[in-house]
């Protein structure tokens, strides 16, 4: 069930608002430096460290962020969807 979920929550390449999780270990520092280095905005917290939303109108940068670092990237507004019900 839970895989369901992630797999239904994965970001597609063009998604512009993201939810990106870095390494448990990450630092908001380290995870906000992710983000900086895909060329993507930083939207919001998500209350830990290893976690932010972020925003970025390229195309690539679902993509760009996992070269960056990002461990699971997930579609910020499906997201939201799915937690606000």
Not at 66 to 78: C, E, M, N, P, Q
């Amino acid at each position: 069930m839970f895989a369901i979920f992630v797999g239904s929550m994965t970001a597609d390449a063009g998604t512009k608002e993201v939810a990106v999780l870095a390494p448990v270990w990450a630092s908001a520092a380290e995870t906000a430096e992710i983000v900086a280095r895909s060329g993507g905005s930083i939207v919001a917290g998500a209350g830990v460290a290893n976690v932010i939303i972020a925003r970025s109108d390229n195309p690539d940068f679902v993509s760009t962020l996992y070269s960056a670092g990002a461990w699971l990237v997930l579609d910020a507004v499906k997201l939201r969807g799915c937690l606000s019900v």
